[in-house]
């Protein structure tokens, strides 16, 4: 018998005022996203043929890297989580946590230190010049770019796995201990029923990411051979102005992020929430315990070493030199508006449509009322930044002026998707749990908020927060196209640092942008935390 997912009526308050707003925000979102493509298709129909782009090439690139990256990264996950969720140590919810923060951590700072490590002035290749031992760098190219991908991806999925396994219920761990099962019975029975049905969803979230990706590709791609659909956007815009073969790369790449969205939207969606691990209560024989070590151990050297190989090179070689220059303060200023920014207008928007979507009683205006938003999932950073710039150029504004304005709404659509998938869960079950008691007190939708909602939103909040700012700080796709000498942020002060062989200066860069990052991304929700419990006194 299948269940009715829609809320009873008599459980929602009656809320016409947010099912309003969040319906008007719909229609707004669905016609930028219109006007978007319009401009994109546009561009593209009226523009003379004569571009040289491969596109059969990038496509099948981008494909390889991305489905690579989906497969490693799933593999990496299901493994390390495995580990996490068996062992006990001090300092296990710091560990926890650094994986956590992969989902903020910018591409392009991983990239960077992994070059500091592998490259061909890296620190392993110093060690071997000095051993006398000569080896091919794996740090560019199509193995730079998966193991950029896999650090990252891999982390991202081990977090979101060991929540899973989090949520196993402990009536069926004790009757596991008490039937004496193996470490391996134990994944087989109870572990891979609990993780199977996020990996498909989290799949595609990865292959998305990957596809989409952009720094790291223009960091460690090595050349046209490891170009994907991205950069090879970017190059055709700000490089070459060739707009025809951009908008045709664009179409292509929205066509198959689509797709994998239609597809991924039959999957079990993953939370992008997480809650403080468990501590773990089942413990494995010796052998087995040694071999999860051994995964943990590598791993966290795996993720770790690439940012403290950052942090150390920028803050010994170049750091001073950096903070002296008046670019890099009016850079960080610059970065910190606009993730503020665009921080704030995500959170507006997550909110109205979070709470419009909440008080909404069908399952048809639920689903409308979250299609729009998570339909820029659809539309990569590069494709929309490209969207953007040819609708402000087709309006005749000057780029100077529109960017600031363009780079905050880009950024806050693109965090749209990560903060619905946030607010939206929490919501809908203070609605389940509430709901009678809000209709009997008859609290008004602002009581109801004020009172009920926003305390005990106030993490989900922190962390929404943070995510968004995190991402328009480690941004470099937006950027990428509207960025100016006197309009820049520190990802693209760092890129053109790179560009002009001044490595110290980049590294220093690097490395304060990571602590801007996880200061942020840890300070932020608790912060938040303690403000809305300090309104519930």
């Known amino acids: 018998m299948r269940m009715d997912t829609s809320f009873p009526m008599l459980i929602l308050p009656h809320r016409p005022f947010r099912i309003t707003s969040a319906t008007v925000l719909t229609v707004i979102i669905a016609a930028l996203i219109a006007a978007v493509f319009w401009a994109i298709v546009g561009a593209a129909t009226e523009a003379e043929p004569g571009s040289r782009v491969d596109i059969a090439h990038l496509l099948r690139m981008t494909a390889l890297q991305a489905g690579l990256t989906m497969v490693l990264s799933l593999a990496v996950g299901v493994v390390l989580a495995w580990a996490l969720n068996r062992l006990r140590f001090p300092g296990r919810d710091l560990v926890v946590g650094l994986f956590a923060a992969a989902i903020v951590t910018p591409g392009m700072v991983v990239a960077f230190g992994l070059l500091s490590i592998w490259g061909r002035n890296g620190w392993i290749n110093q060690i071997a010049s000095w051993l006398g031992i000569s080896f091919d760098s794996p740090a560019y190219g199509l193995s730079g770019i998966l193991i950029a991908h896999v650090v990252l991806d891999g982390a991202f999925a081990a977090r979101i796995l060991l929540a899973r396994l989090d949520t196993i219920p402990s009536s069926k761990l004790k009757v596991g201990q008490s039937l004496g099962l193996s470490a391996w019975q134990r994944f087989r029975l109870i572990d891979w029923p609990a993780l199977r049905g996020s990996l498909p969803g989290l799949g595609a979230i990865i292959f998305l990411l990957a596809f989409t990706s952009f720094p790291i590709v223009l960091l460690l791609g090595g050349g046209p051979a490891n170009q994907t ?51 773990p209560t089942w413990r494995d024989a010796r052998g087995v315990r040694v071999l999860q070590w051994f995964v943990l151990a590598l791993a966290t050297a795996g993720f770790a070493l690439p940012l403290l190989s950052v942090l150390y090179d920028g803050l010994t070689s170049g750091l001073l030199p950096v903070l002296e220059q008046a670019s890099f303060w009016r850079a960080t200023m610059t970065s910190v508006a606009i993730g503020s920014a665009s921080a704030l207008l ?34 990569p950073a590069v494709v929309l930044s490209l969207g953007f710039f040819l609708l402000v150029r087709s309006l005749g504004v000057p780029s100077g002026v529109a960017a600031p304005v363009v780079v905050v709404i880009a950024n806050s659509l693109l965090s749209l998707p990560f903060a619905m998938a946030t607010l939206a869960p929490p919501l809908d079950a203070i609605v389940r749990s509430r709901g009678k008691l809000i209709r009997s007190l008859d609290l008004s939708g602002w009581q109801q908020f004020t009172a009920i909602e926003y305390p005990l939103l106030g993490r989900d909040i922190g962390l929404m927060l943070a995510l968004a700012f995190c991402f328009s700080l480690g941004d470099l796709g937006v950027i990428a196209l509207f960025g100016t000498q006197d309009f820049q942020t520190l990802p693209l002060l760092m890129y053109r640092a790179l560009g002009s062989y001044r490595s110290n200066d980049a590294a220093a860069i690097a490395a304060l942008l990571l602590i801007f990052t996880i200061a942020a991304f840890v300070g932020l929700p608790r912060l938040v935390e303690r403000i809305a419990h300090a309104s519930r006194r």
Do not use: H, K, M, N
């Open 229 to 279: 659909l991205e950069v090879a956007i970017y190059t055709a815009v700000r490089l070459d102005f060739d707009l025809v073969g951009a908008v045709r790369l664009a179409l292509v790449q929205i066509a198959v992020c689509s797709v994998v969205i239609l597809v991924s939207s039959a999957f079990t969606t993953v939370p992008s929430a997480l809650s403080r691990s468990a501590q």
């Open 346 to 379: 995500t959170l507006v928007l997550a909110l109205l449509l979070a709470l419009g979507r909440s008080a909404a009683a069908s399952r048809a205006a639920r689903t409308v009322l979250g299609v729009p938003a998570y339909a820029y999932l659809a539309v």
